[in-house]
């Protein structure tokens, strides 16, 4: 066994310990006799009332899910499908769409039909068909017809949030649905291998950080009219929205880095204005990835996490630095390396490991005392104040948990290229 090999296989083990110690935190307080309770950071007690978030029990599935995927303890599966009966119970609609909020009763508080919420109910279902969860591969295919037939719009991509009756709320697109919908897209073919959802994936990610990307500097914007024209005056007033905030984000860059970076690792079909180049190029989803990476760390890596926002020039608009974005990171730089190996790049793949550590050594910045992590930190010159999330909230730890996810298979792949 190679020394290489033998780092990769312990990265894997460190890795798979993160994710499952994230999940241990969760199980069993995080379940409810129906559906799931967010936990406090700071004191570990449920949050008051009873409403569930429709992205907070498709995260929770998915959690649960990777677990038992990692061969994580039993109650790692009987989580994930406890959560899917409840998404089907409590958030499922008679006409296959998913409402918002609900109470635990299954009682619709919000029956806005969010894109965003629907990406996550197809990836609810991925992470379930992969684990083995009974049922979930049929609602993987009904979830995937409903999002063709009520979401996708005439570009191929995802439309806006809907009211009860499916006309849009507003005139707008969003690259925040598209791209968790890619990486719903790309769990579906993981789950399954059929070639429909990597062409999904693929088309999604082309456009939005191929194409749409020509008109800013290859920068990703997150805002646009219903023709897929950037609309950067969206929000101008709300910097600090917790969804939509003007400018550009890094932590999206990180985000969609990792999943071009699967895109790579599945051999998707690769935009002709990316070329086909090998190891040591900048060309190829592996290519466009690693330019994605590097313009967050450029213009928004802070030492103790990213930047909330920023202008086009790398000039900071919000500095909270976000949880998610940090996790994003580590992801981001676990695949990266991981295709580096694989096309031969070692130094590349050096590079993204030293990222990968120091990422992970600010992760204590975030994790509260009850071992959940914090929504965020205030910039340092509101004394690094942390911020718990509202609820009825969406975040049970999915960002961290996908981290170490992401972290540990590539790392796994890392060792079997390294053989």
Same mark, same amino acid.
């Given at each position: 066994?190679?020394?290489?090999?033998?780092?990769?296989?312990?990265?894997?083990?460190?890795?798979?310990?993160?994710?499952?110690?994230?999940?241990?935190?969760?199980?069993?307080?995080?379940?409810?006799?129906?559906?799931?309770?967010?936990?406090?950071?700071?004191?570990?007690?449920?949050?008051?009332?009873?409403?569930?978030?429709?992205?907070? #029990? %498709?995260?929770?599935?998915?959690?649960?899910?990777?677990?038992?995927?990692?061969?994580?303890?039993?109650?790692?599966?009987?989580?994930?499908?406890?959560?899917?009966?409840?998404?089907?119970?409590?958030?499922?609609?008679?006409?296959?769409?998913?409402?918002?909020?609900?109470?635990?009763?299954?009682?619709?508080?919000?029956?806005?039909?969010?894109?965003?919420?629907?990406?996550?109910?197809?990836?609810?279902?991925?992470?379930?068909?992969?684990?083995?969860?009974?049922?979930?591969?049929?609602?993987?295919?009904?979830?995937?017809?409903?999002?063709?037939?009520?979401?996708?719009?005439?570009?191929?991509?995802?439309?806006?949030? %809907?009211?009860?009756?499916?006309?849009?709320?507003?005139?707008?697109?969003?690259?925040?649905?598209?791209?968790?919908?890619?990486?719903?897209?790309?769990?579906?073919?993981?789950? #399954?291998?059929?070639?429909?959802?990597?062409?999904?994936?693929?088309?999604?990610?082309? #456009?939005?950080?191929?194409?749409?990307?020509?008109?800013?500097?290859?920068?990703?914007?997150? =805002?646009?009219?219903?023709?897929?024209?950037?609309?950067?005056?969206?929000?101008?007033?709300?910097?600090?929205?917790? !969804?939509?905030?003007?400018?550009?984000?890094?932590?999206?860059?990180?985000?969609?880095?990792?999943?071009?970076?699967?895109?790579?690792?599945?051999?998707?079909?690769?935009?002709?204005?990316?070329?086909?180049?090998?190891?040591?190029?900048?060309?190829?989803?592996?290519?466009?990835?690693?330019?994605? !990476?590097?313009?967050?760390?450029?213009?928004?890596?802070?030492?103790?996490?990213?930047?909330?926002?920023?202008?086009?020039?790398?000039?900071?608009?919000?500095? *909270?630095?976000?949880?998610?974005?940090?996790?994003?990171?580590?992801?981001?730089?676990?695949?990266?390396?991981?295709?580096?190996?694989?096309?031969?790049?070692?130094?590349?793949?050096?590079?993204?490991?030293? +990222? =990968?550590?120091?990422?992970?050594? %600010?992760?204590?910045?975030?994790?509260?005392?009850?071992?959940?992590?914090?929504?965020?930190?205030?910039?340092?010159?509101?004394?690094?104040?942390?911020?718990?999330?509202?609820?009825?909230?969406?975040?049970? *730890?999915?960002?961290?948990?996908?981290?170490?996810?992401?972290? +540990?298979?590539?790392?796994?792949?890392?060792?079997?290229?390294?053989?």
């Amino acid at each position: 066994m190679t020394g290489t090999r033998a780092d990769a296989e312990r990265r894997a083990r460190t890795s798979r310990a993160r994710l499952l110690a994230t999940l241990r935190v969760q199980y069993p307080d995080a379940l409810a006799e129906r559906g799931y309770r967010l936990l406090h950071p700071e004191t570990g007690d449920h949050y008051t009332g009873d409403r569930r978030h429709l992205v907070a #029990t %498709c995260r929770s599935v998915a959690n649960f899910a990777a677990g038992a995927l990692a061969d994580g303890p039993d109650w790692c599966l009987d989580a994930a499908e406890h959560g899917l009966s409840f998404l089907e119970e409590a958030h499922g609609s008679d006409d296959g769409g998913y409402r918002l909020v609900v109470e635990a009763d299954g009682t619709p508080v919000d029956r806005t039909r969010s894109a965003y919420g629907h990406a996550f109910a197809l990836l609810a279902y991925a992470r379930a068909t992969a684990a083995g969860v009974d049922g979930a591969r049929e609602g993987l295919a009904a979830t995937h017809d409903l999002v063709d037939d009520r979401f996708r719009d005439e570009a191929g991509l995802l439309r806006s949030d %809907c009211s009860p009756d499916w006309s849009e709320l507003e005139p707008y697109r969003g690259q925040n649905a598209n791209m968790h919908a890619c990486e719903a897209y790309v769990a579906a073919y993981e789950a #399954t291998g059929e070639a429909t959802y990597l062409d999904r994936a693929r088309h999604i990610a082309e #456009t939005v950080t191929v194409d749409l990307a020509t008109d800013t500097d290859g920068l990703l914007w997150e =805002h646009y009219t219903t023709d897929w024209e950037h609309d950067f005056e969206y929000n101008a007033d709300e910097p600090r929205h917790q !969804f939509r905030p003007p400018g550009y984000q890094p932590g999206h860059h990180v985000e969609w880095a990792k999943f071009l970076a699967l895109l790579d690792r599945y051999d998707a079909a690769v935009p002709n204005s990316l070329g086909q180049g090998g190891a040591g190029t900048d060309a190829g989803w592996y290519g466009r990835a690693l330019d994605l !990476f590097d313009a967050a760390v450029e213009n928004g890596w802070a030492e103790n996490g990213f930047v909330y926002t920023h202008r086009a020039d790398g000039s900071p608009i919000v500095e *909270d630095r976000y949880g998610w974005a940090l996790a994003e990171g580590i992801g981001a730089a676990a695949a990266l390396a991981e295709r580096a190996v694989a096309r031969g790049d070692a130094e590349t793949a050096a590079r993204l490991r030293d +990222w =990968h550590r120091r990422f992970l050594v %600010c992760t204590d910045l975030f994790r509260g005392p009850a071992g959940v992590w914090y929504e965020k930190r205030l910039p340092s010159d509101a004394d690094g104040d942390l911020v718990a999330p509202e609820p009825p909230g969406v975040e049970p *730890d999915y960002h961290p948990a996908s981290a170490a996810f992401e972290s +540990w298979r590539s790392a796994r792949a890392e060792a079997d290229d390294s053989s």
